[in-house]
């Protein structure tokens, strides 16, 4: 069964940085578009960046120029390399996998499925 485990959240003043990491199993993980999205406390959950099979990479705009996604297909593991966080990155930030090893043009929800745990990010001003 596929699964995908969050980890690496936490608490940081702003201006700080936190490296999210997602583990995947129970399915071949390098054929497939990954991506990392968030969830606050009373919104809807958005795409935060994607990551294709080749490493060709999406970022909404929120996060583009601050946070860095990769994949290590070797240990099966996706990141999200966050650099001068502000409280607005306050989220649950959640893996998912998309349909197919190209990412989809848009990071919208229902491209992606999947879904994790979720590791908290907390950044205080």
């Known amino acids: 069964q596929a699964q995908l485990v969050e980890s690496g959240g936490g608490s940081v003043q702003a201006g700080g940085s936190l490296r999210l990491s997602c583990v995947a199993s129970?399915?071949?993980?390098?054929?497939?578009?990954m991506g990392w999205f968030r969830q606050a406390p009373g919104k809807e959950r958005e795409g935060v960046a994607s990551?294709?099979?080749?490493?060709?990479?999406l970022y909404a705009d929120s996060a583009r120029g601050r946070f860095t996604i990769s994949r290590d297909g070797a240990k099966n593991a996706l990141y999200l390399e966050m650099n001068n966080l502000k409280p607005e990155d306050s989220a649950m930030y959640y893996c998912?996998?998309?349909?197919?090893?190209?990412?989809?043009?848009?990071?919208?929800?229902?491209?992606?499925?999947?879904w994790g745990q979720g590791t908290q990010v907390t950044v205080s001003s």
């Open positions: 998912a996998r998309s349909t197919g090893a190209r990412c989809p043009s848009s990071l919208a929800e229902p491209y992606f499925g999947g």
């Open positions: 129970g399915y071949t993980y390098n054929t497939y578009c």
């Open positions: 990551i294709d099979s080749g490493g060709s990479t």
